[in-house]
């Protein structure tokens, strides 16, 4: 068990820019989700999806925001025309749903911090 | 919808004194609850959850957490921190039917002094 990676783990982009995150979840898990955490915030909910289907997106995630999970493995986030605001760290946490031991807990990945210049 | 409210940003405590953080949610229906560390430039690492059962509970690195239903909370304590329990703590909350979404608090952060 590898964990949650994310790559890339920085960007540096100009504003106005297209920047896209990738998260590999942990194999077995169905569950993908994607959260925002500004300095000295809270993890915000973004999205998340089950196998492929994204079941449920945030207001935060607006029309330049965009997350795919084409085969119900690994996800992207794309952000278009970037905005300094849209600076953040950007967390992907994966969990399951079904087994005998449904916790609840989320598996998080070290996140992709992105700065707009 | 839930909510949750950790009502202290910032802790400083000196190193083997005991800490605790407060944390108070809103929801209309059942929930687990959780607490998260997370370390400088990482991601989010699980300290405890309550699920059902025993109100205290017990997790990593001497933490334990208490849930009181009655007064909507779920305090985390340590009775003797370190130099290595710096870090920012986050109290979360999910539904039971809501697809193990996580709604977190603002976060606490503790500064252990020497």
């Known amino acids: 068990d590898t964990g949650v990676s994310q790559d890339p783990r920085h960007k540096i982009t100009k504003r106005g820019q297209n920047v896209t995150f990738r998260c590999d979840p942990i194999?077995?898990?169905?569950?993908l989700y994607w959260y925002r955490q500004t300095l000295g915030q809270g993890p915000e909910f973004l999205t998340y999806?089950?196998?492929?289907?994204?079941?449920?997106k945030s207001r935060l995630l607006s029309d330049r925001f965009s997350a795919e999970r084409p085969k119900g493995s690994f996800s992207t986030l794309e952000i278009q025309r970037t905005e300094q605001g849209d600076s953040a760290m950007y967390l992907c946490a994966s969990s399951s749903s079904y087994g005998r031991t449904l916790t609840g807990e989320l598996f998080f990945g070290e996140g992709s911090r992105l700065t707009v210049l | 919808a839930q909510s949750v409210t950790q009502l202290d940003s910032q802790v400083p405590v000196f190193e083997e004194a005991p800490v605790e953080l407060r944390c108070n949610y809103s929801s209309s229906v059942s929930v687990y609850l959780f607490w998260y560390v997370q370390y400088p430039n990482q991601g989010l690492q699980l300290l405890l959850k309550y699920l059902s059962g025993s109100t205290l509970v017990k997790g990593i690195n001497g933490f334990e957490a208490e849930f009181n239903k009655s007064q909507t909370s779920f305090h985390l304590r340590k009775p003797s921190v370190h130099i290595s329990d710096t870090a920012e703590y986050f109290c979360a909350v999910s539904g039971l039917a809501a697809g193990n979404k996580l709604t977190f608090g603002g976060g606490t952060r503790v500064l252990v002094k020497p």
């Open positions: 999806f089950q196998n492929e289907a994204q079941l449920e």
């Open positions: 194999s077995e898990h169905n569950r």
